[in-house]
Structures are given as C-alpha cells and as structure tokens.
C-alpha cells in the first residue's frame, strides 16, 4: 500500500494509507478511519498575482488558494484532485467513473507557445517563471509543422524526480523537478490555471543523461475524456499524435545546437498502469523530500505553508513577504520577431 496524503481540519497535510487505484469513496472512509478531523478539500480553485514584466526575467506568477493565503503549486497543490462541501452544501460531483483517480495539474505552458514557462523550484513559493539561459529568456522553436508546445505542459504537484534515484528501466536519475504532463485535451489553456486530469499513459524521455518522465494526459473536463481510457484509445482516435510527440521531444533542442534527445523503451509509449506507478514513485520521493527524509543533495525550495510537521513549512506572513519584495506587475516587454522563424531539422 502506498501513502497517500490527505489534509486535516487545520489544513495541514497528513499520511493515509491507500490505494492510487482506489475509488474515490474508498479514500474518503481510509481518512475518516484515521480521524474524525480529517476531510477532503477541493483544489479546483486557485488563484494566481502576476509580478514583475510579463516576457521579462522579472515576470513571475505566484498562487494562493481559495483562501487567499500564499502558496507554492510545487508543494501546498494536493497531487489527486478530490472535493469537499462548504457550509454543509455537497460540492458537485465530478463526471468521472468512481474508479478513476484524477489528479491535479499546474500549467506552465499553453499550447501553441513558445516561452518556455516553468516553476521555479529553487525560489520561495515556486512561483511560474520563464526559464533564463546565458542571460536570455528561452523560447522552444518552431519545428516545422509545429508552432511552439503541441499540447498545454505542465507539472503534476507534489512529485519530484530525484536526482539521486536511479531508474531500474533506464538507469538514468531524476531532472530535480516535478514529473511533466502533456495535456492533449481541445482547451488551450493559461499559464498558473490548476486542472484536473486522467492519465492516459508516459514516455520515458532522457534528456542529457537525467531521466524526464512525460505524462499524456487530459483534462477531466475535456469532450473527448469519455471516450480516451488508454495509450491505445489515443492511438486509435488520433492517429499521428503520439508520433508527434515522440518527434518533438526528440528535436526540439536542436536548433539551439544540442543534440537530439533519446528515449527508453525504444521511444514507445508506456500504459496507463505504469504511468501511474511512475507518479507513485515520484510522489514518495516528494514526500521525503519536504519531511527532510532524503540525503539526496538538490538546490530545490521547499517551503511550503501546509504540510503538517515538515521543517521547511512557513507561515502566512513569510509567503507574503515574498511577493511582495517582488517587483510590482507592469506592462509587458516586446519579444523578439526571432520567436516565430520556422526551423527544419
């Protein structure tokens, strides 16, 4: 049995024991039986304050919470999204099968973009960031066909790949950030927006040596999440998308002089059941990480405001004081023609 964690009346974060494939019934009377305090609260609804110049290395999106307390989408988002009922009223019941887990996602990246947006790990709150190399703001290319990101990118909260674990399949360690998802769902979405969504399967990317896990996935909420159960629905209804994928994955450094990137697996698609073990694995590693139980050395920030008895959690007053020592939101700085020039590699 895995642990799974679940939030207390106080708001913090506590340790049931449960199943990822468990219903969502299931995980209800698990945390119940651990305590009459304990109770499910509903993600769905974050908040996000843009700071700084938007296409600037100042530009920076943090999160509160329902609330309207500072948090980071690293650690305070829960991994699996479930709901609760305020002021006695029940809370509307997902479309979704009882069986189907579903699990939070952070969007960093809408489709079709091309500035490269990314939690911070290392900074305070984690805020959303665009990652900066030798002194530029990074934009992925356009590798003909394909204008920018194919799908809305984006990290599942509360993972991290360790840097100091070795993978049995591929032996490559973690990239020191949280696991990555592909959302191939029709809605292009925003940067900081918090969705909810089913796991179709992963592709195990290896980019310079370090393993980078890619979850395929698709908003809950999506037309098509119905009739997408698998790898293999994705296939049969959108034939080219995962070869696209793959493609991309595999190229899209190049025209930054780097070389193509390689795949375990021989590039193939891993199932819904394996993506989830990975998901698994990557939460646990997580959970060591913020409960300082690890010797894994990582420049990650890991402070965080719910997270009941970690040594890095902070209080309300110390989230604020990190916005707000950043700089003030302010008209958005012009981007470069550059970042629409067609590459063919």
Same mark, same amino acid.
């Given at each position: 049995m895995s642990p799974l964690l679940l939030r207390c009346s106080s708001g913090c974060l506590v340790t049931v024991l449960g199943s990822f494939s468990a219903s969502r019934n299931k995980l209800v009377t698990q945390a119940a039986a651990a305590s009459h305090l304990y109770y499910?609260?509903?993600?769905?609804?974050?908040?996000?304050?843009?700071?700084? &110049?938007? &296409?600037?290395?100042?530009?920076?999106?943090?999160?509160k919470n329902s609330e309207g307390k500072y948090i980071s989408p690293f650690h305070d988002i829960p991994l699996i999204a479930e709901t609760e009922q305020y002021n006695d009223v029940p809370a509307k019941k997902p479309k979704k099968n009882e069986?189907?887990?579903?699990?939070?996602?952070?969007?960093?990246?809408?489709?079709?973009?091309? /500035?490269?947006?990314?939690? #911070?790990?290392?900074?305070?709150?984690?805020?959303?960031?665009q990652d900066v190399k030798k002194g530029k703001l990074r934009y992925v290319a356009n590798i003909f066909p394909h204008?920018?990101?194919?799908?809305?990118?984006? /990290?599942?909260?509360?993972?991290?790949? =360790?840097?100091?674990?070795?993978?049995?399949?591929?032996? *490559?360690?973690? =990239?020191?950030?949280?696991?990555d998802v592909c959302e191939i769902g029709t809605?292009? *979405? !925003?940067?900081?927006?918090?969705?909810?969504?089913k796991v179709l399967g992963i592709l195990a990317m290896i980019d310079e040596g370090e393993m980078d896990w890619k979850v395929i996935a698709i908003n809950a909420e999506d037309p098509d999440a119905k009739s997408l159960n698998s790898i293999e629905d994705v296939r049969k209804s959108r034939p080219g998308h995962l070869e696209a994928t793959v493609e991309?994955?595999?190229?899209?450094?190049?025209? =930054?002089?780097?070389?193509e990137n390689q795949f375990g697996f021989n590039g193939q698609f891993k199932?819904?059941?394996? /993506?989830?073990?990975?998901?698994? !694995?990557? &939460?646990?590693?997580?959970?060591?990480?913020?409960?300082?139980?690890t010797n894994s050395k990582t420049d990650a920030c890991v402070k965080n405001i719910s997270c009941c008895e970690s040594p890095f959690k902070c209080s309300a007053d110390e989230t604020k004081d990190v916005v707000q020592s950043a700089? /003030?939101?302010?008209? #958005?700085h012009p981007v470069s023609p550059e970042v629409d020039k067609w590459h063919f590699v």
């Open positions: 499910l609260r509903k993600t769905m609804h974050y908040l996000t304050e843009e700071r700084g &110049h938007p &296409h600037s290395p100042d530009y920076r999106i943090y999160f069986s189907e887990v579903i699990f939070n996602m952070v969007v960093e990246v809408p489709r079709w973009s091309n /500035a490269k947006m990314e939690i #911070a790990t290392k900074e305070p709150l984690n805020p959303i960031k204008k920018g990101y194919i799908w809305n990118y984006g /990290a599942i909260p509360q993972t991290w790949e =360790d840097p100091n674990h070795t993978d049995k399949d591929t032996k *490559c360690c973690g =990239d020191n950030d949280p696991i809605q292009v *979405c !925003s940067p900081g927006q918090v969705i909810q969504v991309w994955f595999r190229k899209y450094k190049v025209p =930054d002089g780097k070389p199932d819904k059941d394996f /993506a989830v073990e990975i998901i698994k !694995s990557t &939460h646990e590693h997580w959970r060591a990480l913020v409960w300082k139980q700089p /003030a939101y302010g008209s #958005a």
